[in-house]
T-cell receptor, first 114, second 113 residues
Framework: ETGVTQSPTHLIKTRGQQVTLRCSSQ?????VSWYQQALGQGPQFIFQ???????GRGNFPPRFSGLQFPNYSSELNVNALELDDSALYLC?????????????FGPGTRLTVL | ELKVEQNPLFLSMQEGKNYTIYCNYS?????LYWYRQDPGKSLESLFV?????AVKQEGRLMASLDTKARLSTLHITAAVHDLSATYFC?????????????FGEGTQLTVNP
């Protein structure tokens, strides 16, 4: 069974640039959720994708957008980067509709905005 | 808005001692999760609790859920250094679609020899 993978591991960008982060879900899972974790804080929900459509969104501006592909992998895009976007971005996959619906997290992408 | 509070936020304890981490949440939830995070690493799933009175144990960790009090506890028995990590509780709100997790701030546990 393949776990959740993310790329890249680390990324450095400057303010105003755009970034794309990638996630491959765990084998057998059909749902991908994205979270932002600032240093010393708990993860904050950005959005979730199921059947290639957004299925819930947290309090993040529209410059945070995403995609899910037919193979259930996903991308997170952030436009017009701001300093406060510096964080660990975590992708989690799960099987929608299953009672426990445990989300399994990938290793994360550390984004630094200068 | 669903809020999750953990206490303590920082916990330093000696090996062999017992302690409890508390997790309170503000609205009705149908699932509660506990995760562990090592420094610079991702989140590892520990427990999922589904119903009132649920208790789960794995090694030196035991989690319980009281849905009426909106409270979960993570009890550590005879702590060892390997348990040093940050522990998060997270809940899903019944009124939201999908499985959006709302996390607490985390409890940073340090076990000293």
């Amino acid at each position: 069974e393949t776990g959740v993978t993310q790329s890249p591991t680390h990324l450095i960008k400057t303010r105003g640039q755009q970034v794309t982060l990638r996630c491959s879900s765990q084998s057998g899972h059909n749902t991908v959720s994205w979270y932002q974790q600032a240093l010393g804080q708990g993860p904050q929900f950005i959005f979730q994708y199921y059947r290639e459509e957004e299925n819930g969104r947290g309090n993040f501006p529209p410059r945070f957008s995403g995609l899910q592909f037919p193979n259930y992998s996903s991308e997170l895009n952030v436009n017009a980067l701001e300093l406060d976007d510096s964080a660990l971005y975590l992708c989690a996959s799960s099987l929608f509709g299953r009672l426990t619906d445990t989300q399994y997290f990938g290793p994360g992408t550390r984004l630094t905005v200068l | 808005e669903l809020k999750v509070e953990q206490n303590p936020l920082f916990l330093s304890m000696q090996e062999g001692k017992n302690y409890t981490i508390y997790c309170n949440y503000s609205t009705t939830s149908d699932r509660l999760y506990w995760y562990r995070q090592d420094p610079g690493k991702s989140l590892e799933s520990l427990f999922v609790l589904l119903s009132n009175g649920a208790v789960k144990q794995e090694g030196r960790l035991m989690a319980s859920l009281d849905t009426k009090a909106r409270l979960s506890t993570l009890h550590i028995t005879a702590a060892v250094h390997d348990l040093s990590a940050t522990y998060f509780c997270a809940v899903t709100a019944q009124e939201t679609s999908g499985s959006r997790l709302t996390f607490g701030e985390g409890t940073q546990l340090t076990v000293n020899p």
